[in-house]
């Protein structure tokens, strides 16, 4: 146990239970860096998770508050909870991919639109992959999965033109960036920076999955291969990139942090002049 | 008191106003458009927060979450955003968090005829969410006033029980215009026996006790207590586990604290059942009201006619057919849904039929002469060629 587990998670749940090779441990680490970074302690966190791999290996980890919704949910959930919740307290939420940018994606559309004060880190293993691997919203075009024993036919939220996002920044979120779990403090200061926007804000990072995603796609579960193939398609934002390669573009793709009130706020100041009104 | 003439829908806004209601996360849906809207009104006058969801399912979940943080919440819609709240409702039950939920019923399936009642969610109300595991609370209101009184009861046994709880009103009493009394002062509220309960907040570690009882606390994020709720089975502290031992005591307390305390939750009226009547009959909300005024009328004529008209439905009340006689179920469905469940309590030897009409209430003739029919060991008169004692 490193200090920042000691400081902020619960031994009861760390280590994870995730595989051996995941690199979920890696986002998992880095948001925690970027909290404790912040100088913010265990009661100043109130820590959302989803399902799938992601949500289950980090739910009840902080010592702190956490709550769990079900498949999709977490962003509406959050979104109540930041109602009642004083405007100090943060709301962080480590979700999957599937989880956010499939079955919850409506719901995190409009916590864009209403500019909820959260912060998404979305842990994205290219897939569904804690239900034995299947193919979702991020695999890459052409990629095998047990799903997709031929490939993928679909586009997805990370192709050129239709990259998801695009669609979260002109939704309104105020906060958006994309890493990988391999990246160091590059990573960690988008987190930071996403957390101290009182606003919408979602970090998407890609990691790898060894056990499931490595295994079909790349046909080995040895973690090297599958590290090594993330990191050869990791580029800067503005980077040239080979024409028709895959690739993760990554840095901060948008940042109006601290520029629209956020939705709390804005709902509790529209309540207290209808109550002076009505006065 | 103040008197008004108004709707179910506003009496449920100002029931909530009165428990304390905070916020209100929905959708606009017919026939409970009205409660939105005037919640969305009257909230911010007492400093609640009226949000307007994406669908019924976040609205919901918007609800829950606010009440996760805290604040007394409520959500209101008919049908078709009744089956969408089963993942919230779920939810919710699993993680215990109180909440109202109201449900103005309308003719169904699907989206049905919007504007007309039908009492089609009675099993989805017992059954609102996959997985079983739990007991769940109903309450149906047959007027303007009682929706009133029964939105601030549903709040009450929210909090005490720490779950959803269901107000299954229908389009007539939703959208329907009656007396509606409310009270204006301590001694006026005492009078009409309405109750309250406070927010507590379950400060751990254990927030998931191996028990049956009342009055626990449940979960608040934001007090830094560690509280952890998920949608999995959780161990008494919260955490989530695989382990079928877990499942089981959690169930325990999920179906126990509504079986073992159903008493708080028990409410009923019966009419004319103290000399053993021949026919007995059934029905909840705005079908009982046409129920009452036929038992009335049957009497004036001499027919030893009762009834019965549950209130609270879910925990069901066994024990109000214990009567071996003849019983005359009726409900706004024609596929018969309350009826299974008077057919199952009643003595063996007893008769139960079923009058079911749909979108408009029976009127007094058409029950009467149905009562007629039973007492001359005759058939129901149909107006069709359904069987409807085929149910």
């Known amino acids: 146990m490193d200090y920042l587990a000691n400081k902020y998670l619960r031994p009861r749940k760390i280590p994870s239970t995730a595989c051996s090779g995941c690199g979920l441990g890696q986002v998992h680490k880095k948001t925690v860096k970027a ?73 995190l559309l409009h916590c864009a639109r209403r500019n909820v004060d959260m912060t998404v880190v979305v842990c994205d293993n290219l897939g569904y992959m804690s239900t034995g691997g299947q193919y979702g919203w991020t695999t890459p075009l052409g990629v095998k999965t047990d799903s997709s024993p031929y490939g993928t036919y679909e586009s997805n939220f990370m192709q050129e033109g239709q990259d998801v996002l695009n669609i979260l920044k002109d939704a309104g979120a105020t906060f958006l960036a994309r890493h990988t779990s391999l990246q160091g403090q590059e990573a960690v200061e988008s987190i930071k920076k996403a957390i101290l926007n009182k606003g919408f804000s979602l970090v998407h990072v890609i990691y790898p999955c060894v056990t499931n995603f490595s295994d079909r796609a790349l046909g080995t579960r040895k973690p090297i291969a599958m590290y090594n193939w993330i990191k050869e398609r990791t580029y800067g934002l503005h980077d040239r990139v080979p024409e028709n390669e895959m690739c993760f573009r990554t840095g901060i793709y948008h940042d109006a942090s601290n520029t629209r009130q956020e939705f709390s706020a804005r709902l509790l100041e529209f309540t207290r002049e209808i109550q002076r009104r009505a006065r | 008191m103040k008197r008004y003439f108004d709707t179910g829908n506003r009496a449920i806004t100002e029931g909530a106003i009165l428990a304390g209601c905070k916020v209100f996360a929905g959708y606009p849906i017919t026939p409970a458009t009205e409660i939105a809207e005037n919640m969305s009104r009257r909230l911010p006058e007492v400093g609640g927060y009226y949000v307007q969801a994406e669908d019924e399912m976040t609205g919901m979940h918007i609800a829950v979450g606010a009440s996760l943080g805290g604040l007394k919440t409520m959500t209101a819609t008919s049908g078709p955003g009744y089956i969408l709240y089963a993942d919230p409702y779920g939810w919710a039950l699993g993680c215990e968090i109180p909440i109202v939920v109201v449900n103005a019923q309308r003719v169904g399936p699907v989206s049905g005829i919007t504007g007309a009642p039908g009492q089609g969610e009675f099993y989805i109300a017992r059954y609102p969410t996959h997985g079983g595991n739990a007991e769940t609370i109903v309450l149906a209101p047959n007027s303007v006033q009682e929706a009133f009184s029964l939105t601030v009861e549903a709040f009450y046994l929210s909090e005490r029980f720490r779950m959803p709880v269901t107000v299954l009103a229908d389009q007539l009493v939703t959208d329907g215009w009656e007396t509606l009394e409310l009270p204006e002062t301590r001694e006026e509220i005492e009078k009409m026996g309405l109750r309250f309960k406070e927010r507590e907040i379950c400060r751990g570690p254990v927030f998931y006790p191996f028990t049956d009882q009342l009055d626990v606390p449940p979960v608040v994020m934001g007090h830094n207590t560690g509280g952890t709720c998920s949608d999995w089975t959780p161990t008494d502290e919260g955490y989530d586990t695989e382990e079928v031992e877990w499942a089981h005591k959690h169930s325990y307390r999920l179906i126990n604290k509504v079986r073992n305390n159903k008493e708080v939750i028990r409410r009923y009226e019966e ?19 046409v129920m009452i005024s036929c038992v009335k009328k049957a009497r004036e004529e001499g027919l030893k006619v009762g009834c019965i008209r549950p209130i609270s439905l879910w925990p069901f009340l066994d024990d109000l057919y214990h009567r071996k006689t003849n019983y005359l179920v009726v409900e706004l469905n024609y596929d018969g849904q309350l009826v299974r469940e008077v057919q199952r309590c009643v003595p063996t030897g007893s008769n139960v039929h079923f009058f079911g009409k749909c979108g408009e209430l029976p009127s007094v003739a058409e029950m009467l002469l149905q009562i007629k ?19």
Request: net charge negative; with cysteine; aromatic share 10%.
């Open chain 1, 35 to 107: 909290i404790d970074e912040l100088g913010l302690g265990v009661e100043d966190v109130v820590w959302g998770t989803g399902i799938g791999c992601a949500g289950r290996q980090t739910f009840a980890t902080w010592k702190g508050d956490n709550f769990a919704g079900t498949h999709g949910r977490v962003y509406a959930i959050a979104s109540g909870l930041r109602i009642a919740l004083p405007p100090d307290k943060k709301i962080i939420c480590t979700v999957g991919d599937g989880d956010s940018f499939g079955i919850g994606f409506l719901n």
């Open chain 2, 271 to 289: 009419h004319f059942m103290d000399d053993d009547p021949d026919v007995v009959l059934v029905a909840y909300g705005s079908p009982s009201r």
């Open chain 2, 373 to 391: 029919q039973i007492l001359n060991g005759e058939p129901l008169v149909r107006s069709d060629n359904w069987e409807w004692e085929a149910w």
